[in-house]
């Protein structure tokens, strides 16, 4: 290994150490720049910079996906889907556990963002757990690991997917069925090892008398558990309709799919931005006092994942960029060169642990990504498959993250502790996670 290629590591090292105390984005940034500098090619820095800041391909879908969720939270849309949801809860108890995760996961896939999500689906979900009899440890739990195990890869605009159909050449659609087969392999075994485990854990609390408290004494609910009899509004009375909306744009883009002579013009990226505004013009028509608000609320969600989300793959972009200017990518080529297996339980393993270190999904799946996925054909590989690991693996490790926002999140609204929630999810995100790399490595994904 050359001096350039040692000070590179110790750089990409340091980085690893410090993302645990400062910001992401910085610090991939920061690392870019260095090892940019080292490779002698600091103008690759800027150039990749301006190109991912303008990159239609991530920008729009991102973007336009983001606002819409925006848009469907304001119109208040969301509230109406989550009620519609945990109806069936409310007539069977048995599926209280199971179906109170299921529910943050299906709005997930219409509402990308996963601590807007555990906010959405808290005051709903959590009362009518415990309502049930559901100790509040379990009913947070649930609504933690619904919320951030995988729900928004079923959705075209979601990061991951627009990232990885990039880099297969795919349409997001057809990238979503790909990654399909090993989100549900990896959210359903969580689903059952964290039922059962809590189906268990219950017994024991009910065995104790101790555990269960009423919705009123949670600290993270009152006012917005109640908020429009608060704002002197009618009692809460379920529309059809606005539960709909938030599934409108999903359900025009695997509509599209199938439709044969589109204009050449529209790309998929245009089309998922297409499918955003008309969700948002459903929006309008349903919600029509709310109809002079939807274009700031839409560019405020614009904003906030250009801010928080382009960001994050601005930053990583750089970064594996900057890797590849300075040959390391060359490097760990050469040292996986022969061992597929290697390159498989990388990209399980790899995105997983920079995703508990830093608390971000995005970062890590785009990150690993862009590295691993070009490795994965020359080695007999499936570059899908790669992809898939990556994008499934994050979202597990982001999930087992004290410093992850949907956790901080689902503490505010429950009022319970993160490393206690923590405890209750991360045994069924391993155990999804190592069923997830069995099942890869046997061909089964």
Known sequence: MTVQLLAAVLIVAGAMVAVQRVDIRLVLGGCALSIFLLAGKPLGFFVTFAAQMSNLNTVVPICSAMGFAFVVRMTRCDRHLVHLLTAPLRLVRALTIPGGVAVPFVVNTAIVSQSSTSATVGPVLVPLALTAGVSLSTAASMLLLGSS??????????????????????????????????????????????????????RSIAGSGDGIRQPATLPGFGKAYDRDEAEGEPPFKLSFLKAAVPLVPLAILFTAVNVDGKPKELTETILIGAAMIAGVV???????????????????????????????????????????????????????????????????????????????????????????????EPMGVDPGTVGALCAVS????????????????????????????????????????????????????
């Open 149 to 202: 195990v995988g729900g928004e890869l079923f959705n075209p605009g979601a990061v991951e997917i627009v990232t990885l159909s990039g880099l297969l050449g795919s349409q997001a659609t057809a990238t979503v069925a790909r990654v399909m087969t090993a989100n549900l392999i990896a959210s359903s075994v969580a689903l059952v090892t964290f039922w059962l485990l809590a189906v268990r854990l219950e």
């Open 282 to 376: 459903v929006a309008g028509i349903v919600v029509p006092r709310s109809a002079g608000e939807l274009l700031h609320a839409f560019f405020d969600g614009a904003g906030y994942a250009f801010t928080h989300v382009i960001s994050l793959i601005v930053t990583a972009v750089l970064f594996t960029e900057s890797i590849k200017a300075v040959g390391l990518i060359e490097l760990l080529a050469s040292s996986m060169s022969g061992r597929p297996v290697l390159l498989l339980v990388g990209a399980a393993l790899l995105p997983f642990l920079l995703a508990v270190v830093t608390g971000s999904g995005i970062a890590p799946a785009v990150g690993f990504m862009q590295i691993l996925v070009p490795l994965a």
């Open 394 to 445: 994050a979202q597990l490790g982001r999930t087992t993250s004290p410093a992850a926002a949907v956790v901080m999140m689902t503490s505010a609204v429950t009022g319970e502790p993160p490393p206690k929630l923590l405890r209750r999810v991360a045994p069924p995100l391993v155990a999804g996670l190592a069923v997830l790399l069995i099942v890869a490595l046997a061909g089964g994904i």
